[in-house]
């Protein structure tokens, strides 16, 4: 008898240090394992921060509350680690810049001040302001790098107000905002190249400025604007009026417009537009209800990726 306990005894230990090490193992895996996007284990996100194409490449990448998610056409990848409420995301040629905030568990400082990732998000560099402003209000040139943010909250470093760096965050300098006159935002746009033009969208139109933000000018007479793009030529924009959803490719030289065939008028208002920096005619909307859809040849045909926050196969 004495000998059959001991003989469980043993049995009892061998499965505890099996299971310590299994667990530990585990813990070990998770903690080297390399980033990287690949199969998704959360196909819903509840909040959008941003869409775009980083580091040049074709496939469309976009910031949740939950780190990141990317689109080719192999279908939804996530990635597997620094899951970080990346907001103001804003893609660049050579990666992205955002503000936000660090992951649960995380040694980051919070807020995440600016910050850049060359590296699709497996790192990132502290530029300016960590630990101390998030900006909800950030734009960059997809190729000069300028960066553009609106400043909320007001330190003895940054006032209050739009300020601009043309060096990565640097030195910075304040822009006077001259003939914008909306009271609501609802995002800014930095040209891809010109790091001197810079755009706001408002209830009140569209306002560009071509002197770093010094001088505003209204180019659009379209009430309620709820997101602005610009590209090389121009740029688009989404509306909503009377219940009604509208999308708009416009030209800065000729004040030229064309409406943008949607999906669906009655949808949701468009907050976030992307434009494949390599065919202008690629189009990427989300909606306030955490849509999203894609269209390669400027609205002719729309595919729809996610519906209401949930990716879709």
Request: hydrophobic share 35%; with cysteine.
């Amino acid at each position: 008898m004495e000998l059959k306990e001991k003989n469980i005894r043993g049995k009892m230990k061998y499965i505890v240090g099996l299971l310590t090490f299994t667990v530990m193992l585990s813990a070990c895996n998770k903690e080297t394992e390399s980033y990287m996007f690949g199969e998704v284990k959360n196909d819903t996100f509840q909040h959008l921060h941003g869409l775009g194409y980083i580091n040049g490449g074709p496939n469309l990448i976009i910031s949740t509350h939950d780190g990141l998610y990317e689109y080719s056409k192999e279908g939804w990848k996530e990635a597997n680690k620094e899951k970080h409420d990346y907001m103001g995301f804003q893609a660049v040629q050579d990666g992205f810049f955002s503000s936000g905030h660090p992951e649960p568990g995380s040694n980051y400082k919070n807020p995440l001040g600016l910050i850049k990732s060359v590296d699709r998000g497996a790192s990132f560099e502290k530029l300016a302001f960590y630990g101390e402003i998030d900006f909800h209000y950030l734009a960059a040139g997809y190729d000069s790098n300028a960066i553009y943010v609106i400043n909320e909250m007001p330190t003895n470093i940054m006032s209050r107000g739009l300020h601009y760096t043309v060096d990565e965050g640097a030195t910075w300098e304040i822009a006077a905002m001259n003939g914008f006159d909306s009271e609501f935002i609802s995002n800014i746009a930095a040209h891809p190249s010109l790091e001197n033009v810079v755009a706001i969208g408002s209830k009140d139109g569209i306002f560009l400025s071509s002197d770093y933000g010094e001088n505003f000018e209204r180019i659009s007479t379209d009430k309620m604007n709820l997101y602005t793009i610009l590209t090389d030529r121009g740029g688009y924009y989404s509306s909503y009026e009377n219940e009604k959803t509208t999308l708009t490719w416009f030209t800065t030289d000729n004040n030229q417009t064309t409406s943008i065939q949607i999906p669906d008028q009655a949808m949701n208002p468009i907050v976030f537009i992307a434009v494949n920096p390599e065919n202008e005619k690629e189009l990427v909307i989300a909606t306030h209800s955490n849509d999203i859809y894609v269209t390669k040849d400027q609205g002719n045909t729309w595919d729809k990726l996610a519906k209401e926050g949930l990716l879709l196969k």
